[in-house]
């Protein structure tokens, strides 16, 4: 019997040994296909070496009715066809990396280029590519995540960029990073968060590195400036960047004789309107409403237009106490509870999904059961689907408080310190800051651009004008709103982490009802400033840096020196 | 020397368990005791020192420690229900019944579906607005409502009527129109509990009392534990109860009910014994994965337990000195409840 027993353990652990080496088969590398299939149709010619003028003889091969730009309709299938045609036509979509529809002189010269790894010029049997690098990026799974990595992959076939998911918190990254198990790429999406990354020690700081490979962080939107630099270092590159405005209905505006809202309105006018939308049921339950505006609207709406902040200049204290902060909140409150056009907490707990990013007010704008709703581009990539084809909508700025702005944010890519493919993870994040990248983020609306200039000059046609959706006039909307909004700047003397739970608290109360915007804001910034007191206790080096501000002049998160750390 | 040479193979069989249970058990938990009497920072910065029982005076210090202590202890209360809705299942299962074995199949459902996917379909079950529970009880509530409006209006109608004494009462009236504008609970989203404990502080506070996030959580709790493991091991308990002692009670002319309190209950001592000793544990350790999928801790952390408030030290905000610390209260009352349970539990197992 222990024989037996001996048997089974040992089969157990052969078992093990293949489970440890075995790897998931790999779609073949392209050029390989390609290189051979060239060099093979050149004979003899092409064993000594195919040189740029040879390939491009190819090329005008493959362009029939020679316009330079060699398109899928040129390389349909021919009977008895040579193999590197066959591969061409298979290859199609990673070489055509601007999705154009075509291969155009440029994409030809790069694809050569990427056949040619030895870089001397000619293409030979040495130039056969070693397999691709792969690099983990830890971001959220959907669709357009998807077709950002084929871009990436389709420029750098020396890499393969593979998606491990999260759903935008960072505990999972950290102790990965930590346990030495890490992504090389991973998201970060907020200041508080890459203050976090940085201060465990995850975060490389890439200051010079993404330099010299030419990103210039002067031409990224000031508004997600705190996702990728702290202390004056750069640490990653946003792939996006976004600041909310109004989608309007517009079937519900017409249905009820309301003209659709203008570009310079306040909140007073947009009250208006939207109680006239509000409907409810006979027991009092929503239909529809007029606004949603969002649980944290107080935070990334109100306040900032109402002239307050999340801290003070310096990040010595935070100001939420402020009268601006709770003037704005205490206006939140008030959308909810006296104008009744706002959801409530049970409402909002009604809306609620699983994972994703404001997805309850995006489900109900596509569902039509709110005339209007505050959000970003990115909800581009829901309403462009057939399911909500029927839909008519529009976007008009966010109503003007007593200031005109929003707080601004996005998606940024940092790199893991620890990374073993740290050149390849760099090269990920600085292709972020190209024209491929940024003219893919506009195309597929995955919010704006993180580079300022696809937006203008020769590049503002197509964003403001996309052919392929004509019904999207309002992209200059998204444009003014992204030139108002402003960073949310993190405090380096505290864990953002905590501040999210501590503001999570105070946001279920206020929109309870069990406290008012008033009563919240002065806790928030009370318990915000006690753990900047304790994080002071904590951090000698902090403690240096905090009291060197307020020997400037900064204030200091205690009200009196009997509560200094 | 047949022994011994079982013996050693049997110390290689155990090898690989003893192995993963040093590298993966009993090293971290030795690692996180060392770790509790330290200032443990993920933030870099912070230096990393010896400070002896500093996180535990800090953390028996904090409000949010007893806060969470309470909610804890709370989700707690549905423990007795669960166990008694195990033992009368099990009881009603081990009938010969036709069936009777896709009966204890789709009991014991819930403990094999994967756990996520049944806090997401109750989240949905609890939403306040179009919630099936919510539907439900606004159908109940119809009648209701009706009538208490029917009753207000006969009764300020007719102030010397039969319905005068209500329009005369002070009290009434209001209840009345309480009672007809009586909506069914919010469930996750509210912060009401049955014992009115306060939200953000410890205390109570009349206007919290009624049905919130906590209790719905105990409902669903109570649902899954019913027909789940307990139910197995009572299941297991009443068949191996010898059937002589119910002819001799059947003899002696003992019903339904006597032979139950009389036989099978005093039987199943051991297995309640166990029973009530895992629940404790589990209800100790548990509301991780309820508060992580269902409501972050929420609302206004009214659903944050001890064992969600570790990872929110630890893995949010990094101090995993004190997270350590707490893990190790929670392991010592963990175990002192343990040891009570033992000392004065057994009394009453006497088989």
Same mark, same amino acid.
């Given at each position: ?30 050029? =390989? ?117 084929? =871009? ?25 990073? %930590? ?30 590195? #993404? $330099? ?59 009250? $208006? ?23 944290? $609207? ?95 909508? !529009? ?28 050149? !390849?993870? =760099? ?75 501590? %503001? ?55 009200? /009196? ?5 | ?31 996180? #005791?060392? $770790? ?46 669960? %166990?008694?809705? /195990? ?49 439900? =009880? ?24 039969? @319905? ?109 014994? @166990?029973?009530?000793?895992?629940? @404790?544990?589990?209800?100790?350790? !548990? ?56 000392? @004065? ?7």
């Amino acid at each position: 019997m222990k024989h037996v027993f001996l048997i089974i353990a040992l089969g157990l652990a052969a078992l093990s040994l293949v489970a440890w080496r075995w790897r998931p088969p790999q779609a073949p590398d392209y050029r =390989l296909a390609m290189i051979e299939a060239v060099l093979d149709a050149a004979g003899a010619e092409g064993q000594r070496g195919l040189a740029w003028s040879q390939f491009q003889s190819f090329m005008r091969e493959a362009d029939a009715n020679g316009d330079g730009v060699i398109t899928l309709m040129e390389l349909a299938h021919r009977p008895g066809e040579p193999l590197w045609r066959t591969r061409l036509r298979v290859a199609f979509d990673r070489i055509d990396a601007n999705a154009d529809g075509g291969i155009d002189a440029a994409e030809q010269r790069r694809l050569f280029d990427s056949l040619d790894a030895t870089g001397d010029g000619v293409l030979t049997p040495h130039d056969r590519p070693a397999p691709p690098t792969t690099l983990l990026w830890a971001t959220d799974d959907n669709p357009v995540r998807r077709e950002q990595m084929d =871009l990436f992959n389709a420029y750098h076939p020396e890499y393969r960029v593979v998606l491990d998911p999260i759903v935008g918190t960072m505990e999972k990254v950290i102790v990965q990073c %930590i346990a030495g198990v890490g992504p090389d790429i991973f998201d970060c999406y907020s200041g508080a968060q890459l203050a976090a990354f940085v201060r465990s020690g995850i975060a490389y700081d890439a200051t010079e590195a #993404l $330099a010299a490979r030419g990103v210039d962080v002067n031409e990224v939107w000031p508004a997600v400036h705190p996702l990728i630099l702290l202390d004056d270092r750069l640490y990653g590159h946003p792939g996006n960047t976004s600041a909310d405005a109004v989608w309007y209905n517009k079937r519900l505006f017409d249905e009820a004789r309301m003209p659709y809202p203008p570009d310079d309105w306040t909140w007073d006018e947009c009250i $208006a309107i939207a109680k006239r939308l509000t409907r409810r049921d006979a027991r009092g339950r929503p239909v529809q409403f007029g606004l949603m505006t969002g649980r944290f $609207a107080w935070r990334t709406t109100f306040v900032p237009q109402w002239g307050g902040s999340l801290y003070n200049e310096e990040g010595t204290r935070c100001a939420l106490d402020a009268p601006e902060a709770r003037a704005g909140a205490e206006f939140h409150c008030d959308l909810i509870y006296r104008h009744g056009v706002c959801p409530s907490a049970t409402e909002e707990i009604a809306m609620a999904n699983q994972g994703g990013w404001g997805l309850g007010e995006q489900n109900w704008f596509a569902t039509e059961r709110t005339a209007m709703a505050v959000g970003g581009r990115w909800w581009l990539c829901t309403l462009r689907r057939p399911a909500f084809k029927h839909l008519r909508y !529009g976007v008009a700025p966010l109503p003007r408080g007593p200031l005109r702005r929003g707080v601004g944010g996005g998606r940024a890519s940092l790199v893991n310190r620890n990374s073993p493919h740290l050149e !390849g993870a =760099l090269a990920f994040v600085a292709f972020m800051h190209g024209k491929e990248w940024n003219q893919l983020m506009n195309r597929q609306a995955d919010a704006l651009a993180p580079v300022l200039k696809y937006h203008y000059g020769d590049y503002a046609d197509a964003f403001l004008r996309d052919p392929r959706h004509p019904d999207e006039d309002f992209n200059a909307v998204w444009l003014e709103t992204l030139e108002n909004a402003i960073p949310e700047r993190p405090s380096p003397f505290v864990i953002g982490q905590r501040v999210e739970r501590i %503001i999570l608290n105070e946001s279920d109360l206020m929109a309870g009802g069990l406290k008012t915007g008033d009563q919240a804001m002065r806790d928030v910034a009370r318990d915000i400033n006690e753990a900047i007191v304790e994080m002071l206790r904590l951090d000698p080096e902090l403690r240096a840096r905090y009291d060197a501000l307020l020997a400037q002049g900064a204030a200091p998160a205690w009200n /009196s020196e009997a509560d200094a750390p | 020397m047949k022994q011994r040479s079982d013996l050693r193979v049997a110390l290689f069989f155990l090898i690989p368990n003893f192995v993963g249970f040093s590298v993966f058990m009993l090293g971290p938990v030795m690692f996180s #005791l060392g $770790a509790s009497f330290t200032n443990w920072n993920l933030v870099k910065s912070v230096p990393f020192r010896f400070v002896g029982l500093e996180n535990f005076g800090t953390l028996f210090q904090s409000q949010d420690f007893w806060l969470y202590s309470i909610n804890t202890l709370y989700f707690m209360l549905g423990m007795p229900v669960a %166990i008694a809705g /195990s033992l009368f299942l099990a009881v009603l299962l081990s009938q010969r019944l036709r069936g009777v074995v896709l009966y204890r199949t789709l009991f014991y459902l819930p403990s094999f579906t994967a756990g996520v996917a049944l806090l997401i379909l109750w989240k949905a079950l609890y939403n306040p607005s179009f919630g099936p529970i919510n539907e439900l =009880l606004n159908v109940l509530l119809e009648p209701v409502r009706a009538f208490a409006d029917a009753v207000s209006a006969a009764a300020l109608l007719r102030e010397r009527g039969p @319905f005068g004494w209500i329009a005369a009462s002070g009290e009434a009236l209001p209840f009345l129109a309480g009672l007809a504008e009586a909506q069914p609970p919010e469930w996750l989203a509210s912060t009401r509990n049955l014992f009115a404990l306060r939200p953000n502080a410890v205390g109570v506070d009349a206007a919290q009392w009624g049905l919130g996030a906590r209790d719905a959580i105990i409902f669903m709790g109570v649902w899954t534990a019913v027909g789940g493991g307990n139910m197995l091991l009572y299941l297991a308990g009443i068949s191996n109860i010898a059937p002589e002692l119910y002819e001799a009670a059947e003899i002696d002319g003992a019903g339904r009910w006597a032979k139950f309190r009389h036989v099978t209950w005093p039987q199943l001592a051991p297995t309640t014994f @166990f029973i009530v000793i895992m629940s @404790f544990i589990a209800g100790l350790q !548990g509301g991780f994965e309820q508060a992580r999928v269902m409501t972050l801790g929420g609302p206004a952390g009214t659903t944050t337990t001890l064992a969600y408030y570790i990872y929110i030290k630890a893995f949010e905000e990094f101090q995993i000195g004190y997270a350590s610390a707490v893990a190790w209260v929670l392991f010592s009352i963990v175990f002192a409840i343990t040891l009570v349970n033992w000392r @004065f539990g057994s009394r009453y197992v006497n088989y």
